[in-house]
């Protein structure tokens, strides 16, 4: 439920939002600032949009962390990144719980150190009941990883005979994806800091998503911009492959044809 005044009519509120979260550094670099510090005003950017979020109404908002291609980088930014992790799970516990957030994740988790690990599962355990938002990070995560991990799984089934292989659709290979399981169709991208690449994030779920592009570098991100981007979405008309007339016709049915004395068509 939402608690304020919505920006857009509440049936054009996308349902899931992903964010992917760009452009700490540039931030940080345009300032003389080191990395770091644009990944600690990042955080609080997190923090800021989550709220929003909440407040809007969104079913769920999912937050792309950390890439399964960010274990690459100095390894002293690799540890920054996981102690913001660590500091906002536990800085954060007492807010998500207490406004029926449910904390989950997607990503290889079990990449990630027990400091970070530990604290996330409690954290996800503790809010599971939860059902104002989801709030969902993906971390260690790679879109590419997880459709093979998927496909794993689902040679894995077919093997143990629980699958045949000949009814296989788009249908019953998402089931074997985890999104599918914790989170709603996305419904729209929005991507910071001036790149127009998805970077490996939900290459799965964006099949149909809207997606929207913004300069704004993610720590200048407040909800100004998560406004700007739903306003944007709310004009968008989403057609899945159909043409623009049938898709008015669904959102307005005709009307009924009048029981006695129609004319013939
Ligand atoms: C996003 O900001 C944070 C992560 C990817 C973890 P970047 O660190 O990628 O910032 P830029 O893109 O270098 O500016
Ligand atoms: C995408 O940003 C990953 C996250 C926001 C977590 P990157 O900064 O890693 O992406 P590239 O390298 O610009 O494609
Ligand atoms: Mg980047």
Redesign the pocket.
């Known amino acids: 439920m939402a608690d304020e005044p919505l920006p857009v009519p509440a049936d054009r509120l996308p349902r899931h939002v992903g964010i992917i979260m760009?452009?700490?550094?540039?931030w940080a670099r345009s300032r003389g600032l080191p990395r770091g510090e644009g990944h600690e005003r990042g955080a609080d950017a997190v923090r800021t949009v989550v709220r929003a979020a909440r407040k809007m109404g969104i079913s769920a908002l999912t937050l792309f962390a950390f890439s399964s291609q960010n274990w690459d980088r100095p390894p002293e930014e690799v540890f920054h990144l996981m102690e913001l992790l660590r500091r906002y799970l536990h800085e954060e516990r007492e807010e998500i719980l207490e406004n029926g957030i449910r904390l989950v994740s997607v990503g290889q988790i079990d990449r990630l150190p027990a400091h970070v690990r530990e604290p996330l599962e409690e954290l996800k355990a503790a809010s599971a009941s939860n059902r104002d938002m989801i709030l969902c990070l993906a971390l260690s995560y790679g879109g590419r990883e997880t459709i093979t991990a998927a496909a794993r799984d689902l040679a894995r089934a077919a093997l143990r005979g629980e699958v045949d292989p000949d009814t296989v659709t788009p249908e019953v290979f998402e089931r074997f994806m985890e999104s599918s399981r914790l989170l709603p169709p996305l419904d729209l991208l929005v991507r910071t800091?001036g790149?127009h690449r998805v970077?490996n994030f939900f290459l799965w779920e964006l099949a149909y998503a809207e997606l929207h592009f913004t300069e704004t570098m993610w720590p200048d991100f407040g909800r100004d911009d998560l406004v700007e981007a739903l306003v944007d979405y709310a004009r968008r008309e989403r057609r899945f492959g159909k043409t623009s007339e049938q898709v008015a016709a669904v959102a307005e049915p005709a009307p009924a044809e009048p029981a006695h004395g129609g004319s013939a068509r």
């Open positions: 760009d452009g700490n550094g540039r800091s790149e970077s």
